[in-house]
């Protein structure tokens, strides 16, 4: 037996009230004269009905519902734990959710141990099962050893689900969740838990500063330059002082700001000192959390956005001639031409765009990498019919069917293509009549993702389709004499340009910098003389080794800290990649978070949390059946009160 309420044990010697009462109530004896001996068997009579067994059946019930009412306050249960165990297992579960993601790191350093395990005991002794798991993937554990702390998001997936598939969830009449943490995503984590009992331990981040998220300048940029960062910063409500916003590139100080409470942006300048990847990294300095602070990037300073030709030898070489034209005029364009005989040797890391001249050339394993490539931010130029790997990367169902018409077909431009580049000296040509094609391949009216020109007959001739951050451009004509004159016209070289120009900065960028959580994908050069193992060195100094898959990719899928990852054969470093946080574990925290829901205790205090679990109990509470007995006795002492006064004992 236990009592929730002991304090009201002391109340127990208020059950003498009714038994004072009614001894100070007692009638006195009278004293009555007997004129002789006759009357005596009737005074014996008279005394024993005085004996009234109704006064008494009254004391004993007034005495036993103060008694009850006491003990009903004072909220006495069966402990489970004792051998009055009324079922063979636990009836509670209780869940304790520690929050060992990236935005509550520090905390979860710090968090009380001892006071966790003191506190499991003790539920345990009362009948409890008791779990512990972290936010980062809900795996139970039986002890807190075996959680860490991770630079990761909380996870995502349903709650019921991961918690069924490891512990049988029916068995249990109570379940509870207790949440320890920041206090970030937890209502929209656990508002779901129907029929849970949920408790949340608020250990706010109270000063905290973030690097939120960092735009960089576009590809192109050289040796020399000198380039903008715009940097996102967010600030708790208690932070007030200024911050200090070091830039180290190649792990060189470049730049330093102070940064006031109220800014939220800042532009900060670098310089493009040494050739190559720029391996930038941020640091926001004084706060009291960490695991925000620091921002690392890659960008490529290679001189000039990327263009690798992919062409079939013909006469004229017009790729040539285009590469001529482009360093003729030192546009910031690096074109690159290859034959398909050298095809291994596109360097499909760089990002920007390759543009392949005969589509239908191409092996399957080649349709993989480029597939790879296009999904990581690139931009894939197409001519003619590469067949069934082709129209599954553009989208389309039916066959295409070559068509080819000894009178060239004129062409017209859609809306959207002004949207996309400069179209205007295209669309003087095409006014003028002179753009003309003589083959292209009917799509059975199947659609481009975004068509830009269209044939006379409403055929698409040139359109783009979106593949995850890349984009693919396809000409519906095979590049050759045969099949158009674009090349002569001197518009092709103009559009080639403009596609290169136009295409989308963030995603040339993105392909080097990464989430935590990611798999990372590498295309190194292939080179058949050197038998040297690939490896990844990590932040943290460790390594792994790789080897490329068929389409000589190297996939890395252990980014679990931030910081520059990067692809090395011996002691030669071959590309890096930057991983970080993600955005929206990087926001700066406050002191409160809302709680809407009345279903869920918040507190910030442990012992007031921990008492409101230990009340729950795992107990079969006996009060709501004293109150019901307490009820039954009233109807009694009721009824027994109305009975009239001359009923008495027969003897």
């Not at 967010?234 to 102070?258: G, T, Y």
Request: with cysteine.
């Amino acid at each position: 037996m236990i009592f929730l309420n002991p304090i009201f044990l002391w109340f127990l010697p208020l059950i003498s009230i009714p038994i004072i009462i009614h001894l100070l109530a007692k009638r006195k004896s009278k004293l009555i004269d007997f004129p002789s001996l006759k009357f005596l068997r009737l005074l014996e009579q008279d005394a024993l009905r005085k004996f009234n067994v109704k006064q008494l059946i009254l004391l004993i019930i007034r005495t036993l519902m103060i008694l009850l009412i006491i003990l009903a306050f004072a909220r006495p249960g069966l402990d489970q734990s004792s051998e009055f165990r009324l079922n063979s297992g636990s009836i509670d579960l209780l869940i304790i959710a520690l929050d060992n993601t990236a935005s509550n790191q520090s905390n979860f350093e710090n968090v009380d141990r001892a006071l966790i395990e003191e506190f499991s005991k003790g539920l345990i002794e009362k009948g409890f099962t008791i779990a512990l798991c972290g936010l980062t993937d809900f795996q139970l554990h039986e002890d807190i050893d075996g959680i860490f702390a991770e630079h990761a998001d909380i996870y995502q997936g349903d709650l019921i689900t991961a918690f069924s598939d490891q512990i049988d969830l029916d068995q249990f009449e109570r379940k509870s969740i207790l949440w320890i943490g920041d206090g970030q995503d937890v209502r929209d984590r656990i508002q779901d838990l129907e029929g849970w009992m949920k408790y949340v331990l608020v250990t706010p981040v109270d000063n905290d500063a973030a690097i939120t998220n960092l735009r960089l300048p576009a590809q192109g940029i050289r040796l020399g330059d000198t380039y903008e960062l715009t940097i996102d910063l967010a600030h708790s409500f208690d932070s007030q002082d200024a911050l200090s916003l070091e830039l180290m590139i190649n792990e060189k100080r470049q730049n330093q700001l102070v940064v006031e409470r109220n800014k939220n942006s800042v532009l900060m300048t670098a310089r493009v000192e040494e050739d190559g990847y720029q391996s930038g990294q941020l640091l926001l300095s004084t706060d009291e959390a960490s695991y925000n602070n620091t921002r690392y990037f890659i960008l490529p300073a290679e001189g000039e956005t990327p263009i690798q030709i992919l062409r079939s030898k013909q006469y004229l070489d017009f790729w040539t001639l285009l590469k001529a034209s482009v360093e003729e005029q030192q546009l910031n364009l690096d074109i690159r031409v290859w034959d398909y005989a050298e095809i291994d040797n596109l360097d499909l890391s760089r990002g920007g765009t390759i543009i392949v001249d005969a589509a239908d050339l191409l092996a399957s394993y080649n349709w993989d990498r480029l597939k790879t490539f296009v999904s990581n931010g690139g931009q894939l130029v197409l001519f003619g019919n590469g067949g069934r790997a082709m129209l599954n990367m553009l989208g389309l169902e039916s066959q295409l069917t070559e068509e080819t018409n000894p009178f060239p077909l004129g062409l017209y431009l859609t809306e959207s293509i002004p949207e996309t580049f400069n179209a205007i000296p295209l669309q003087k040509v095409i006014e003028l009549d002179r753009l003309k094609v003589f083959k292209r391949y009917k799509t059975g009216g199947d659609e481009l993702g975004e068509t830009w020109i269209r044939y006379l007959d409403d055929q698409p001739f040139m359109g783009s389709s979106s593949l995850k951050e890349g984009k693919i451009v396809w000409f519906n004509t095979d590049f050759s004499m045969s099949a158009n004159n674009l090349s002569v016209l001197g518009m092709f070289p103009t559009l080639i340009i403009q596609l290169a120009q136009s295409q989308a900065i963030k995603a040339q960028t993105d392909q080097y910098n990464y989430f935590i959580g990611d798999t990372i994908q590498f295309f190194p050069p292939p080179l058949a003389s050197d038998n040297t193992p690939f490896s990844v060195q990590g932040p943290d100094g460790t390594t792994d080794y790789l080897s490329p898959d068929d389409k000589y990719i190297l996939t890395f899928s252990n980014t679990n800290l931030p910081g520059i990852y990067k692809l090395m054969r011996g002691r030669q470093v071959l590309q890096s990649m930057a991983v970080n946080i993600s955005t929206h574990e990087a926001q700066a925290h406050g002191a409160v978070y809302p709680f809407g829901e009345k279903d869920i205790y918040v507190s910030s205090d442990a012992s007031e949390i921990t008492q409101k679990i230990f009340d729950q109990g795992s107990s079969l509470a006996l009060w709501p059946f004293i109150f019901l007995v307490i009820f039954l006795l009233w109807l009694a002492e009721t009824y027994l009160s109305r009975i009239k006064s001359t009923w008495r004992q027969h003897v």
